[in-house]
């Protein structure tokens, strides 16, 4: 725990320096002052006031940016990130750090990115960054943003369209846009997105192999490609009565299209023959979510109903092949998997006032699903598949779980917030099969935090909590890895680690210099989930008894307004963190297994006054720790500084195009891969050396709104 005091020290006397800086009015992204009169509760659902709103902007302040959507502006809020949500269990306490009209958005993969991004600029009223602990929505605290939005009457809409090319061998994404519709009247509004997310990435280089005594025993010229397309349907409806009833429904329908190769010219002494190798992924899969909320008045308070069901499914096959120069056999492997997912939530709040402040009584049920069918196929001498048993690939695993929990918000007074929930949960787990069995589980959780506004300019956020984490079903079964040769056999003994959390979060507005947030948090887990031998052999994700995750992040804005110089903003966000766990097989302590121990992004950009031109530039990094299973350690790298720039003009007949260039410095890519034949005796098999390149990126992004 001494760095983690150490870091709430540095967090403090950086706050103070900012303090005695700033200039005491609220301040918008472009450097001109926003009233907090519009911050009062109005029809539309806004949930915050005066007493907890930190700073309000309006749709004004981004002019500069010409916004399209919501999203938009969110992303110039200074010093303030979208949180998308860490994978909670059910839907629970709220886990993003954005509500729409004062509502949490009832949805998990169609999240506060996409719904903000349907939103048209032309229907956000503002945006309010308030205290999320004095809300009465469990799970809030720090610095969250509210998006009050009015219908205009009649439908607008939007597009997008950002093709990208590479100057390395990789093909250019050209299906890569959006369009969307918004609607409704003084009672209703919608939203009705098209979208594709597509992505063409590749890399190719030359990878060497050495054998225990340091000696090259092979050399290969590589070439990877992944293509991704995600075409999805979404939307969002909101009525809202003439008695305050509320209703509100999402949804998403989603194709996933993911395809891999990897080609792969080898020589040297592992084989007395060259060799040419192929290995391929592909994924065709199809999801869809919906979700539905209603909330009205009951007796002395608000009763909230929710709903959620999410299908997904997801048909993989990979292949491997080596075909030899001499004609001889080709070897090889091919594994297929058929998965379907499945995920229902039904939710109950009731929200009324009580002992000073307000309490939230919620109670929630939940089904989850996985049916696996896999096999797996090698060939024989004569270069034949064949197929071969995998034991506990095909299963299937049902969880069922309900959930309790009271939340009570309260004023301790005029600046300090305070809210605290107890609850826990039931979950029953049965995986079928033969390694199958059925266990069940009572976990306590809850939470305690605080929101203080120090100051007109400075506010501290501090959190508790005790959190369950949620399990991945694919951990449970048998499955092969065909391109870095690698099995996982079945472990029906996972259960859901469980860890305390410990936040302390601190903004200072810099009047017209701009904005700072500083957060230090520390995860102290039990029964967290690494890589372990499983009796009888082999190895799979696990549980250990403990380790510990600690660190820091900042997110600084800059506003060259304050310096009497228009138009230039500077974006620094920085995270460092560090981790323990004893490792398994050694008992020695390690970090946590492909772990972020560091990030950097840099963007900075300059509106020419007077003028629709813009300039930017951006950099980014970042380090991860090794990836660790008990007969190798892998670890993923880059070089530092992956460099771009951009140029915008804001009105081409009515158009934002802007162009960019990245990976200005030839950034590359490199992977290291030691595998072992006795880790625990440190008897190395062989070393892997990896240096690819991807050339520069072009893009082109062009947007409009009718």
């Not at 659902?45 to 010409?66: K, L, M, V, Y």
């Not at 959190?467 to 472990?491: A, I, K, P, W, Y």
């Amino acid at each position: 725990m001494k760095l983690h005091h150490a870091l709430l020290a540095t967090a403090a006397m950086a706050l103070c320096s900012a303090q005695a800086a700033a200039n005491e009015v609220s301040v918008s992204s472009n450097g001109s002052v926003s009233s907090d009169d519009e911050a009062a509760a109005d029809e539309t659902g806004a949930a915050s006031n005066e007493a907890n709103t930190r700073r309000t902007f309006t749709p004004e302040d981004f002019t500069r940016f010409a916004p399209r959507s919501a999203l938009d502006m969110a992303r110039q809020i200074p010093g303030f990130s979208i949180r998308e949500g860490d994978g909670a269990r059910g839907l629970g306490q709220a886990d993003t750090n954005v509500l729409i009209n004062g509502r949490r958005i009832s949805g998990k993969s169609n999240g506060p990115v996409e719904a903000l991004q349907r939103i048209p600029a032309e229907e956000v009223v503002r945006l309010e960054l308030v205290d999320g602990a004095s809300l009465d929505i469990g799970g809030l605290s720090g610095q969250v943003l509210n998006v009050v939005t009015s219908s205009t009457g009649g439908i607008t809409g939007q597009f997008r369209y950002a093709p990208r090319f590479r100057t390395r061998g990789t093909p250019a994404r050209i299906f890569e846009g959006s369009i969307s519709l918004a609607g409704g009247g003084a009672k209703t509004e919608w939203t009705l997105a098209l979208e594709n997310n597509s992505n063409r990435r590749g890399n190719e280089g030359i990878e060497r192999v050495f054998d225990s005594a340091g000696t090259l025993i092979d050399k290969r010229d590589e070439q990877s490609n992944f293509n991704v397309d995600r075409p999805s349907l979404s939307g969002s409806f909101t009525r809202i009565a003439g008695n305050g009833n509320v209703l509100n429904a999402t949804g998403e329908v989603v194709g996933f299209f993911f395809n891999e190769t990897e080609t792969s010219e080898r020589s040297g002494t592992i084989s007395a023959v060259d060799r040419s190798r192929l290995f391929s992924a592909k994924e065709d899969e199809f999801n869809f979510e919906i979700g539905l909320d209603y909330q009205f008045v009951l007796g002395a308070g608000r009763l909230k109903f929710i709903g959620l069901h999410r299908f997904e499914n997801s048909p993989t096959l990979s292949q491997s092949i080596e075909r030899f120069a001499d004609d001889s056999a080709p070897t090889g492997s091919e594994f297929e998997r058929v998965a379907n997912e499945f995920e229902s939530i039904a939710r109950a709040e009731y929200s009324t006032d009580g002992f000073g402040g307000n309490l939230l009584f919620a109670a929630e049920g939940v089904r989850n699903i996985l049916d696996i069918d896999a096999s797996l196929m090698v060939r024989d001498d004569a270069g034949i598949l064949q197929p071969v048993d995998l034991p506990g690939a095909t299963a299937r695993v049902d969880e069922d779980r309900a959930e309790l929990s009271i939340t009570y918000s309260r004023a301790l007074a005029a600046d300090l917030q305070f809210q605290t929930s107890l609850g826990g949960e039931y979950s029953k787990i049965s995986q079928s099969g033969a390694f199958g069995q059925t266990r069940t589980f009572y976990r306590p959780k809850g939470f305690a935090s605080l929101d203080w506004k120090v100051s007109e300019t400075v506010n501290v956020s501090g959190r508790a909590e005790r959190v369950v984490g949620q399990l991945n079903f694919f951990d449970f079964l048998s499955t092969v890895d065909l391109n870095q040769d690698r099995e996982n056999v079945t472990n029906a003994n996972l259960v859901p680690q469980q860890s305390w959390v410990f936040e302390v979060e601190a903004t200072a507005g810099l009047g017209a210099l701009g904005s700072l947030n500083l957060r230090t948090f520390y995860q102290d887990f039990t029964d967290i989930v690494d890589q372990i031998p499983i009796a009888g052999g082999g190895q799979a994700p696990g549980n250990l008894p403990s380790a510990q995750f600690y660190g820091i992040s900042s997110n600084l804005t800059l506003l060259s307004e304050g310096i009497g110089w228009n138009g230039t903003r500077i974006d620094l966000e920085l995270e460092f963190a560090d981790s323990s766990v004893l490792d398994p097989l050694l008992g020695t302590p390690r970090k946590l297994s492909g772990n972020t121990l560091a990030e950097v992004d840099f963007e900075i950009r300059h509106d020419f006054t007077n003028s629709n031109w813009a300039v930017g530039g951006s950099a980014r990094w970042q380090e991860q720790a090794p990836q660790v299973r008990l007969d190798e350690v892998a670890l993923r790298s880059e070089p530092f500084g992956f460099i771009g720039v951009s140029v915008e003009n804001k009105d081409v007949f009515g158009l934002t195009i802007r162009a960019s260039v990245a990976n200005l410095t030839n950034r590359g890519d490199r992977f290291d891969r030691t595998v072992f034949a006795d880790r625990a005796a440190g008897i190395v098999d062989f070393v892997e050396d990896r240096d690819r390149t991807f050339g520069r990126i072009v893009s082109l992004t062009i947007e409009g709104s009718f």
